[in-house]
């Protein structure tokens, strides 16, 4: 009897515990509002947070312009999310595992993608672009990268852009991570360019100064996409564009995007 006492206190006790911790320290969840409830489910959304102004962190918070959207997205359509940081390329393996509902990640719609998921209305124009040094004066645009080293992020459209043209153009390809890695790797001279999506390319040389260029015209046309893995979530795909676009027609998406852009 006594043994049992002892366990129904401890479990009392864990359970105004958990019931006191669930506001503390986690910022990765979102819920959707009053006007939710149906079935209680929470979206797992695979984000790339090294990847201002689509994702990043402050203060320990995710924010940007992915975050925004797809939050107001949830609370239009009354379902949770939360989310999941992770390394861009392995977002969409992490989505075929199972780990994830949703990818939000400053995410180009490919036609390989679309093999293996699907993807919601466009909801920002990007494309690519070639970058070098400050102080680099012999490149000004693919033709000039014979026997220079680029970098590239590993699994993006970046990189396959790259691959696709390598002999071409006769350079060689260094890989990474993550976007920050890269960028460093260029401005301290390891690298001779890299490519990168424009705006995130953009943004990141205004904020924090760094001694990187834009060179030449944009490589390619990419369109971000919110990704739902193929044929299994048509449901939440649905909920997805009617969001998006109820948040085009009430004037919160360009509020969201004024939020990170304008200045
Ligand atoms: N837009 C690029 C792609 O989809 C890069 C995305 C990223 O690095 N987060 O591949």
Redesign the pocket.
Known sequence: MKKFGIITLMLSIMLVIAACGTDKGDDTKTSSGSDSGDSGKVYKVGI?T??PP??FEVDGKYTGIDIDIITAIAKNQGFEIEFDAMD?GG?IPAMQADQLDIAI????I?DD?KKVVDFSDPYFD?G?TLVVATKTTDIKGLEDLKGKTVAV?N??????FALEHESEYGFELVQFD??PAMFQEVSNGNADALI??YP?IAYAISQNKLDLQLVGERLNG?Q?GIAVLKGKQADVLKQINDGLQDLRDSGEYDKILDKYLAE
């Open positions: 790339d090294t990847y689509f994702e861009f977002i990640a400053g995410m180009s490919t993608r990007a690519l992020k699994g993006t459209t970046g990189a396959q993550d976007s990168e999506d995130v990419d971000y």
